[in-house]
């Protein structure tokens, strides 16, 4: 039993280098900002992002807060109408109450982006070409669909990235997405 006892310290040791290193992740900015009406000159960045044909990584997606709404709750009940307008097989949700979570967090400034979605993938250009392209009823996958979104056709995005170059990537990646998740309570997918 000691041997267990060892390991559980060693793993909670661990765990919090994985938190600390996670909080310190920097993104990269894919290209510019875009909206859906023209995906043509996000896809050509996507394209650019590596050398290698596949690399594994996090991304993230922010939306660009519409001005026209003074208040982020009003500019939230107009997002999830259009949301839920689109009724897309296998999206992620969207939660009002992150939004209104993120409105009270003072470290996350909503003044210009809102955070969005982040997710993981072991190919990182073909899962971020699978939530702007995926097309239906084709798709199985759980993606965001974007192109398939008539009523978010005007919302602007961006994307971001961070590259994780390990051997433990299997190991690693579910905790870091996990302490991303929480730092930035992004409104729509799982959690």
Do not use: C
Not at 84 to 93: C, V, Y
């Amino acid at each position: 039993m000691n041997d267990l006892t060892s390991i559980e310290k060693d793993l909670k040791a661990l765990n919090d280098k994985i938190e600390e290193l996670s909080k310190s992740i920097i993104f990269k900015e894919i290209g510019r900002e875009f909206n859906l009406n023209n995906l043509d000159e996000i896809k050509l960045e996507i394209e650019k992002l590596s050398e290698k044909e596949k690399f594994k990584g996090i991304y993230f997606f922010e939306i660009k807060r519409n001005y026209e709404f003074n208040d982020i709750k009003k500019w939230g009940q107009v997002f999830e109408r259009k949301w839920k307008n689109d009724t897309i097989n296998k999206a992620p949700i969207y939660s009002p109450s992150r939004l209104e979570n993120l409105s009270k967090d003072e470290k996350i400034n909503l003044e210009k982006w809102i955070p969005f979605y982040i997710g993981k993938s072991a190919d990182l250009k073909k899962r971020i070409k699978e939530h702007l392209y995926s097309l239906l009823p084709e798709s199985t996958t759980s993606a965001l669909k974007l192109n398939q979104r008539k009523s978010i056709q005007d919302e602007t995005f961006k994307i971001k990235y961070v590259e994780i170059k390990t051997d433990h990537y299997d190991l690693l990646v579910h905790k870091i997405e996990h302490v991303l998740r929480d730092i930035y309570n992004p409104i729509v997918g799982k959690q």
